[in-house]
């Protein structure tokens, strides 16, 4: 029988479930290769009581005696906890119920099927994070979900800094290699777009990689010995024919391998070389890119490895003079590697990592001269290359204006450098993806100026100019939060334990939005009036509903832990930049607060902390 969804134990003296009903079950997970019955066959079936391992539950077995299915109650309270799928008579996949409370929190595949053990923390049915995965699997998910665009999908691929904490890595490899894997997190859904190599029915073939390496202990102040893959890669195929995808350096954290990086890829799928590895340049790197028909000639792989000792020499170093010269001429380098290559896109791809690399150094501080690099990219690249010239154009004004903003500048006369130069930069690039993003902080900048109509237009362009990207849900989000005074609104999703949540549940009662982060000092603050003003108008049935808008769920439920708020936290994966929460109202900074009448309509799209008790009071009468 059928109880909640799942197929429930019955007592002995009960009759069996039909095959059909036992048949009937599918995976929690989609991408399950198991046996599927024929309809016509299923009569044939039979189902038979479990007499394995102690467990009680039934097994569903083919006419001529092949296993299919396998459920069973493994804690004897009369309830299935694991549901067991079979392909040829071999296990190839489960899902678990490890709580006991009917729904599935792990799914492993098994046998043939690999060795992935996905753990789902709020019984969603989606994986929050693996347990157990292998190397080639890791390339195989990195494939699918650039296909899928999932970026959920590939963030749980990433390392995190926990992760590398745990392994033994030094500090600074920690903190160089977490700052990378949080940039590819927020970087990916506008690289999955942007990109066309892997197309939306590509599958997995097959991992190529030399041998794996250990880094051993003591190396750059590691405690353990750490193995890792270095210019790992990808190869697939779609319609359009086989394609690679270079998924660079997968490291081993306890039963599981990670990834650091977004992927490469070039002209009809062809892998990109990577500058270096992140730990070593494997021997046998150049021989392996060759045989892939992507390698680096002699003076490109003696480039890297000149280039390998610098990125060596900036994980040990500190000293400002010394990290200015570093990256001086590691930038020398890259431009060196990029007239070396005759490959569009291989070239395209340094050029993209020299503009990243110098953009970074510059904005912290530790290369002064960096903006002067940038400018001379951007003339370089002349107007035959407009996306990878608006691209350094774009990184050079964000580096710029984190220069500009020295403790003795003029704020006001920065910023509206700032504004006038995103401007122009909008005028002369109006369709390049940075643009979006350019509009986007005209537009926040406007709404901080009060000059909605202003904002509106910009928001609006980027909905009409980039439709389908996440600038664009963010932009008419955005436009919906402005344009939501005096409307009926609604938000829906799930709360950081996995319950469902909808606002107009909530009908009736006013109710106070409150979008916030762990990293968002205002914030912390908003929660101590917002406590006070939950106390102050129970009365009224004022209804306080957080929004977490944190990379992780671990961050909040770390914080919670040590804070508790007696009132319901949403979240969802993707963060401030493309989280569903944030992007149904546009929401760009913290904190927001929205204010909702027990109607359901908006009274404030944007209430202050300070201005809440008054426009509660008027509420409240």
Same mark, same amino acid.
């Given at each position: 029988?059928?109880?909640?969804?799942?197929?429930?134990?019955?007592?002995?003296?009960?009759?069996?479930?039909?095959?059909?009903?036992?048949? /009937? +079950? =599918?995976?929690?997970?989609?991408?399950?290769?198991?046996?599927?019955?024929?309809?016509? &066959?299923?009569?044939?079936?039979?189902?038979?009581?479990?007499?394995?391992?102690?467990?009680?539950?039934?097994?569903?077995? @083919?006419?001529?005696?092949?296993?299919?299915?396998?459920?069973?109650?493994?804690?004897?309270?009369?309830?299935?906890?694991?549901?067991?799928?079979?392909?040829?008579?071999?296990?190839?996949?489960?899902?678990?119920?490890?709580?006991?409370?009917?729904?599935?929190?792990?799914?492993?595949?098994?046998?043939?099927?690999?060795?992935?053990?996905?753990?789902?923390?709020?019984?969603?049915?989606?994986?929050?994070?693996?347990?157990?995965?292998?190397?080639?699997?890791?390339?195989?998910? #990195?494939?699918? *979900?650039?296909?899928?665009?999932?970026?959920?999908?590939? *963030?749980? +691929?990433?390392?995190?800094?926990?992760?590398?904490? @745990?392994?033994?890595?030094? @500090?600074?490899?920690?903190?160089?290699?977490?700052?990378? &894997?949080?940039?590819?997190?927020?970087?990916?859904?506008?690289?999955? =777009?942007?990109?066309?190599?892997?197309?939306?029915?590509?599958?997995?073939?097959?991992?190529?990689?030399?041998?794996?390496?250990?880094?051993?202990?003591?190396?750059?102040?590691?405690?353990?010995?750490?193995?890792?893959?270095?210019?790992? #890669?990808?190869?697939?195929?779609?319609?359009?024919?086989?394609?690679?995808?270079?998924?660079?350096?997968?490291?081993?954290?306890?039963?599981?391998?990670?990834?650091?990086?977004?992927? %490469?890829?070039?002209?009809?799928?062809?892998? #990109?070389?990577?500058?270096?590895?992140?730990?070593?340049?494997?021997?046998?790197?150049?021989?392996?890119?060759a045989s892939l028909d992507s390698g680096l000639g002699a003076q490109s792989q003696q480039l890297v490895t000149?280039?390998?000792?610098?990125?060596?020499?900036?994980?040990?170093?500190?000293?400002?003079?010394?990290?200015?010269?570093?990256?001086?001429?590691?930038?020398?380098?890259?431009?060196?590697?990029?007239?070396?290559?005759?490959?569009?896109?291989?070239?395209?791809?340094?050029?993209?990592?020299?503009?990243?690399?110098?953009?970074?150094?510059?904005?912290?501080?530790?290369?002064?001269?960096?903006?002067?690099?940038?400018?001379?990219?951007?003339?370089?690249?002349?107007?035959?290359?407009?996306?990878?010239?608006?691209? &350094?154009?774009?990184?050079?004004?964000?580096?710029?204006?984190?220069?500009?903003?020295?403790?003795?500048?003029?704020?006001?006369?920065?910023?509206?450098?700032?504004?006038?130069? +995103?401007?122009?930069?909008?005028?002369r690039y109006p369709r390049m993806p940075e643009s979006a993003q350019a509009m986007l902080q005209l537009a926040? %900048?406007?709404?901080?100026?009060?000059?909605?109509?202003?904002?509106?237009?910009?928001?609006?362009?980027?909905?009409?100019?980039?439709?389908?990207?996440?600038?664009?849900?963010? *932009?008419?989000?955005?436009?919906?939060?402005?344009?939501?005074?005096? /409307?009926?609104?609604?938000?829906?999703?799930?709360?950081?334990?996995?319950?469902?949540?909808?606002?107009?549940?909530?009908?009736?009662?006013?109710?106070?939005?409150?979008?916030?982060?762990?990293?968002?000092?205002?914030?912390?603050?908003?929660?101590?009036?917002?406590?006070?003003?939950?106390?102050?108008?129970? =009365?009224?049935?004022?209804?306080?509903?957080?929004?977490?808008?944190?990379?992780?769920?671990?961050?909040?439920?770390?914080?919670?832990?040590?804070?508790?708020?007696?009132?319901?936290?949403?979240?969802?994966?993707?963060?401030?930049?493309?989280?569903?929460?944030?992007?149904?109202?546009?929401?760009?900074?913290?904190?927001?607060?929205?204010?909702?009448?027990?109607?359901?309509? #908006?009274?404030?799209?944007?209430?202050?902390?300070?201005?809440?008790?008054?426009?509660?009071? =008027?509420? &409240?009468?």
């Amino acid at each position: 029988m059928f109880v909640g969804g799942m197929l429930a134990v019955q007592p002995a003296a009960a009759a069996t479930p039909s095959a059909k009903d036992a048949l /009937q +079950l =599918k995976p929690v997970q989609a991408d399950v290769d198991y046996e599927v019955v024929e309809p016509a &066959a299923v009569a044939k079936c039979t189902v038979a009581d479990l007499d394995y391992n102690d467990w009680s539950g039934w097994e569903v077995r @083919s006419g001529d005696g092949t296993l299919l299915r396998r459920f069973a109650d493994t804690n004897g309270d009369n309830k299935v906890d694991l549901w067991c799928y079979f392909k040829f008579g071999v296990e190839v996949y489960r899902d678990i119920d490890r709580d006991f409370n009917t729904k599935a929190d792990q799914y492993r595949w098994l046998g043939t099927a690999g060795t992935r053990w996905g753990i789902d923390e709020n019984e969603d049915g989606k994986i929050d994070s693996w347990k157990q995965i292998s190397p080639e699997e890791v390339t195989a998910e #990195v494939v699918s *979900a650039l296909a899928d665009r999932d970026a959920a999908r590939f *963030a749980r +691929l990433l390392a995190t800094g926990k992760d590398l904490e @745990s392994i033994g890595l030094g @500090s600074e490899t920690v903190r160089r290699l977490n700052s990378k &894997a949080t940039r590819a997190a927020k970087d990916f859904s506008d690289f999955a =777009k942007r990109q066309k190599a892997v197309g939306r029915d590509a599958k997995w073939v097959q991992f190529a990689a030399a041998t794996p390496g250990v880094v051993p202990s003591g190396t750059d102040g590691s405690s353990s010995d750490i193995t890792v893959y270095e210019n790992a #890669v990808a190869m697939f195929e779609d319609a359009t024919g086989n394609g690679q995808l270079l998924v660079g350096t997968i490291i081993r954290v306890n039963d599981a391998w990670r990834i650091v990086d977004l992927p %490469s890829v070039g002209e009809g799928g062809d892998a #990109v070389a990577q500058s270096s590895g992140n730990f070593f340049t494997p021997g046998g790197m150049a021989q392996s890119a060759a045989s892939l028909d992507s390698g680096l000639g002699a003076q490109s792989q003696q480039l890297v490895t000149e280039l390998e000792e610098i990125d060596r020499k900036l994980a040990s170093t500190s000293n400002p003079k010394e990290l200015a010269k570093l990256h001086e001429a590691r930038a020398q380098l890259v431009s060196r590697l990029i007239k070396a290559t005759d490959n569009p896109s291989e070239r395209d791809a340094w050029t993209r990592q020299l503009v990243d690399t110098v953009s970074m150094a510059t904005q912290s501080g530790v290369y002064p001269d960096g903006t002067k690099q940038l400018q001379a990219i951007a003339r370089s690249l002349g107007d035959k290359n407009e996306s990878l010239k608006a691209y &350094a154009e774009y990184m050079m004004i964000g580096a710029e204006y984190a220069l500009r903003q020295t403790p003795d500048a003029d704020f006001a006369e920065v910023q509206k450098w700032y504004l006038e130069t +995103l401007t122009e930069f909008v005028d002369r690039y109006p369709r390049m993806p940075e643009s979006a993003q350019a509009m986007l902080q005209l537009a926040l %900048s406007k709404e901080f100026e009060d000059k909605e109509k202003d904002a509106l237009g910009y928001y609006k362009k980027v909905a009409a100019a980039f439709p389908g990207t996440d600038t664009a849900e963010k *932009a008419e989000g955005a436009v919906r939060r402005l344009e939501s005074v005096g /409307q009926v609104i609604d938000l829906q999703g799930n709360s950081i334990d996995g319950k469902p949540f909808r606002l107009s549940q909530l009908r009736g009662r006013p109710v106070v939005l409150h979008y916030w982060a762990t990293w968002c000092e205002p914030c912390k603050q908003d929660m101590k009036l917002l406590r006070a003003l939950q106390a102050r108008y129970q =009365k009224a049935g004022l209804v306080l509903v957080g929004v977490n808008v944190d990379a992780t769920s671990e961050m909040a439920k770390g914080f919670l832990k040590q804070n508790p708020l007696p009132w319901i936290q949403l979240f969802d994966d993707g963060g401030l930049e493309s989280s569903d929460l944030a992007k149904t109202f546009g929401v760009q900074t913290l904190p927001t607060m929205m204010l909702i009448d027990d109607r359901g309509r #908006v009274v404030r799209h944007n209430v202050r902390a300070a201005e809440l008790e008054s426009e509660l009071d =008027k509420l &409240a009468k």
